[in-house]
């Protein structure tokens, strides 16, 4: 790595400004780069699987392994999982079609999975999942408001 210039101080200045860009919320490599975050590293055209390399060995970062392939999703809180990062998604959006919401996993952050993963895992959390509608919603009450 040092012979191409990279230093342990251009990797810890990765992790801690993909962090900052982060902001608190979920991200991938994937998503990092479809929301515009540049960083230095990226000109040396490295595959992905690289950059999330940097960031699963970074102090300042926890990460959970998701859906086929195992993503790899990065957040700063102390124990960040699928159940709260589908949390957080239906806080900002707002119920979505299971559908919607696999086509929005894929597009924004590389996360390929399956009907039936994603509608366990909406169970898991404190969210609402409507076998019927095949929708999930922030909790019952508003599920309950929609019918």
């Known amino acids: ?4 210039g990279i230093s342990k101080d251009n990797l810890l200045d990765f992790s801690q400004s993909a962090k900052n860009f982060a902001n608190g919320r979920y991200f991938t ?3 990092l780069k479809n929301h515009g975050f540049e960083h230095e590293l ?3 055209g490295f595959d992905d699987y690289f950059y999330e390399s940097v960031l699963r ?5 926890k990460f959970f392994p ?3 392939g ?4 990065f957040n700063e809180s102390e124990n960040p999982n699928i159940r709260n990062m589908l949390e957080s998604i239906i806080m900002n959006n707002g119920s979505m079609d299971i559908y919607d919401m696999l086509s929005y996993l894929n597009n924004e952050y590389g996360i390929n999975t399956e009907k039936y993963k994603l509608a366990e895992w909406a169970r898991e959390s404190n969210l609402y999942y409507s076998d019927t509608m095949e929708k999930i919603y922030k909790d019952y009450d508003e599920f309950f408001e929609e019918i």
């Open 70 to 73: 195992s993503t790899p999703v």
């Open 57 to 61: 060995y970074s102090p300042l970062l």
């Open 42 to 44: 990226f000109q040396f």
């Open 29 to 31: 490599v994937q998503s």
């Open 1 to 4: 790595m040092e012979s191409l």
């Open 66 to 68: 998701v859906g086929i």
